[in-house]
């Protein structure tokens, strides 16, 4: 950070206070496309696009976050009802986890 602070303060095209408005303009736009370039340049990702879970269900998905929702209410309090709170959800996803492993075979 502190080196591109810095070569903003040094460049001449976003310094530059004379000229046409146009011509600043696009001196200023090549100056900064320039600096951001060259300390932020463009990375390639690949990803790879998977399709949908069939069996990965709205209720599965909700299920999961209040498992998590209450072992982090647990991890950050640890009163043992939220921990017996917490292992119940965990019980009640795994249930319907299998409940969905049987109804696919």
């Known amino acids: 950070m502190p080196d591109f602070i810095e070569d903003i303060k040094l460049s001449a095209t976003l310094l530059c206070t004379s000229g046409a408005v146009d011509d600043l303009v696009e001196a200023y736009n090549l100056g900064v496309k320039f600096l951001i370039n060259k ?4 990375q390639r990702k690949i990803i790879t696009l998977r399709p949908n879970a069939p069996w990965y269900t709205e209720e ?27 292992k119940e959800r965990c019980r009640e996803v795994g249930k319907f986890v299998m409940g969905l492993i049987i109804q696919t075979r």
Do not use: D, M, V, Y
Not at 39 to 42: D, E
Not at 75 to 81: A, G, R
């Open 60 to 86: 599965l998905r909700e299920g999961k976050h209040n498992r998590q929702k209450a072992e982090r209410l647990w991890c950050k309090t640890k009163l043992e009802i939220l921990h017996q709170l917490s």
């Open 39 to 42: 300390h932020g340049p463009l």
